[in-house]
């Protein structure tokens, strides 16, 4: 009997081991542990306050990418660099491409003096909508199942209480901007919500001038467009400097709001920066 006990216990353990999983921002650890819940373990590369175009990861999180099973990549700039480097420490790591299925919008620049915009690559904020919300949470649901199928249902029902979230933050959403009219524009340092706006009839106006803070000339011509826009807020982000937006804010006399698109509490996130445009308390 002494034999078979330390055998049972680490068929246990084998059977009840969480599934490894490496996601490269934050948002994405909502989503997976929203539908793996606590059969789950979710390691983040970029950290809160961390920017996904510069960052490096830690000796400690490259022991984690060496043990685990499932690796979530959203398109973030890093990505592009690291992921190979991942693959040749794991090569039994699945990644899975969460942006597929999704139509990438150009990321916007704003254009020196001009009141439009030029492309300059890819949006890769694609989490900053509902509508992907739904289709990024599809691909860690058939992920989970496949990589874990005798708790697919399981994971199902996680699915469907995550999505029923979604479709709910997405209705408070349109019915704060109900109210305004199609068009209607807000200002961003960095242009990180192209999804947001594309999806509900919004404009945003960037401050940075090609990855930079505007030169004073410039930042009379943004100020301008904000007045002409009849901006009501202006949204920055704790990974860049807000020393233009605070500028512009003072001659504006509107507020400067701190809001991340890397926040953990996506819903929440998406809904504040719906009522701020709205001007909503």
Do not use: C
């Not at 699945?94 to 299925?101: E, R």
């Not at 109900?178 to 960095?190: D, E, I, N, S, Y």
């Not at 937006?245 to 509490?265: G, N, Q, R, Y």
């Amino acid at each position: 009997m002494n034999k078979i006990i330390p055998i049972f216990i680490v068929f246990s353990t084998f059977i009840l081991a969480n599934i490894n999983t490496i996601v490269s921002i934050v948002p994405e650890a909502t989503f997976v542990k929203a539908i793996g819940k606590d059969k789950v373990d979710v390691t983040v590369m970029v950290s809160p306050g961390s920017s996904p175009h510069t960052y490096e990861p830690k000796p400690s999180q490259m022991k984690a990418v060496a043990k685990a099973q499932l690796y979530f990549a959203i398109g973030v700039e890093f990505e592009k660099t690291w992921l190979p480097r991942f693959k040749d420490l794991n090569p039994k790591m699945k990644v899975i491409d969460l942006s597929q299925g999704i139509r990438k919008i150009p990321m916007a620049a704003h254009h020196h003096e001009e009141e439009h915009h030029e492309e300059s690559g890819l949006d890769p904020h694609i989490w900053t909508v509902p509508e992907n919300v739904a289709i990024i949470a599809q691909h860690i649901f058939n992920a989970l199942a496949s990589e874990d199928p005798q708790n697919s249902a399981y994971y199902k029902a996680n699915l469907d209480t995550f999505l029923a979230k979604v479709k709910e933050t997405d209705a408070r959403i349109k019915n704060y901007l109900a109210p305004l009219p199609k068009g209607t524009t807000f200002m961003v340092f960095h242009p990180s919500w192209g999804y947001f706006a594309k999806a509900y009839g919004l404009k945003q106006l960037p401050i940075e001038i090609e990855g930079k803070n505007p030169k004073p000339r410039e930042l009379i011509a943004v100020i301008k467009a904000a007045q002409k826009a009849h901006v009501r807020a202006i949204f920055t982000q704790p990974e860049f400097s807000d020393a233009s937006a605070k500028i512009i804010a003072d001659e504006l006399h509107i507020p400067v709001i701190k809001v991340s698109p890397l926040a953990a509490d996506w819903s929440e996130n998406l809904i504040r920066i719906a009522k701020a445009i709205a001007g909503v308390e």
